[in-house]
C-alpha cells in the first residue's frame, strides 16, 4: 500500500541546531506540504512543493526551508532551532486532478530546549 | 478574521445523540470542503469532502454545504465513544492551489 512516512517521529534538540525532519511518500504525488500543529492555531502551512525542483513558502515560513530534488521526499530543515518551533509537524501529499485530499504522515514531534 | 472557523469546544453529546460539528469560511469562491477527524497523538484523517450546495450522506455521516452562507457542517447520528476526537473543517480557496486551509479544530466527547 502507499503511504507516507516521516522520521524521526520524536525528537529533543537544543537552541541553536540544525534539525532535519524526513518525509517519504510512496504515492507517486506531486504535491507535497509540510505543517506545524500547536494548540489553539490549528494546522499552519510551513513549505510545499508542486514538484520536482519546485518550492514554495507558506504562511509560517520564517526559520525554515525545504528542498525537493525528486518525486519522494520533501526534508524540512530548521537551520537553527528555536524554542518557538517546539510543536508537531505533519508532512502531508496530494495530486492534481483528484479530490484534493491530502494524505498525511504519522507526525514527527520536535521539542526544542 | 480567520479564513477558517471553529468553535474550538469541547462539544459533549451521551451516547447515540446526533453531535453537529460547524465551520464558516471566510473566501466565498473556495472550491470544496474537506472533514477530518484526528484522534489525539494521531494524524488527520479524511471523513468526508464536499463540493456542491446541499447535503452529502456516508453512513452516519452527513457533510452540508451552503455556499451562500459561507458554512459547512457535518452531522454524526448515532454518536459513539469512539467518535470522540477533535474534527478539522479544511477548505481549498478558490485560487484552488491545492493549499488547504484548516480551522483549529472542534473537540468532541461522546459520553456512554
Known amino acids: 500500500d502507499a503511504e507516507i512516512t516521516q522520521s524521526p517521529r520524536h525528537k529533543i534538540t537544543e537552541t541553536g541546531r540544525q534539525v532535519t525532519l524526513a518525509c517519504h511518500q510512496t504515492w507517486n504525488h506531486n504535491n507535497m506540504f509540510w505543517y506545524r500543529q500547536d494548540l489553539g492555531h490549528g494546522l499552519r502551512l510551513i513549505h510545499y512543493?508542486?514538484?520536482?525542483?519546485?518550492?514554495n513558502k507558506g504562511e509560517v515560513s520564517d526559520g525554515y526551508s525545504v528542498s525537493r530534488s525528486n518525486t519522494e521526499d520533501l526534508p524540512l530543515t530548521l537551520e537553527s532551532a528555536a524554542s518557538s518551533q517546539t510543536s508537531v509537524y505533519f508532512c502531508?501529499?496530494?495530486?492534481?486532478?483528484?479530490?484534493?485530499?491530502?494524505?498525511f504522515g504519522e507526525g514527527s514531534r520536535l521539542t526544542v530546549l | 478574521q480567520k479564513e477558517v472557523e471553529q468553535n474550538s469546544g469541547p462539544l459533549s453529546v451521551p451516547e447515540g445523540a446526533i453531535a453537529s460539528l460547524n465551520c464558516t469560511y471566510s473566501d466565498r469562491g473556495s472550491q470544496s470542503f474537506f472533514w477530518y477527524r484526528q484522534y489525539s497523538g494521531k494524524s488527520p484523517e479524511l471523513i468526508m469532502f464536499?463540493?456542491?450546495?446541499g447535503d452529502k450522506e456516508d453512513g452516519r455521516f452527513t457533510a452540508q454545504l451552503n455556499k451562500a452562507s459561507q458554512y459547512v457542517s457535518l452531522l454524526i447520528r448515532d454518536s459513539q465513544p469512539s467518535d470522540s476526537a477533535t474534527y478539522l473543517c479544511?477548505?481549498?480557496?478558490?485560487?484552488?492551489?491545492?493549499?488547504?486551509?484548516f480551522g483549529q479544530g472542534t473537540t468532541l466527547q461522546v459520553k456512554p
Open positions: 464536499i463540493y456542491s450546495n
Open positions: 512543493s508542486y514538484g520536482v525542483q519546485d518550492t
Open positions: 479544511a477548505v481549498n480557496p478558490a485560487s484552488n492551489t491545492g493549499k488547504l486551509i
Open positions: 502531508a501529499s496530494s495530486e492534481w486532478g483528484q479530490t484534493g485530499e491530502l494524505f
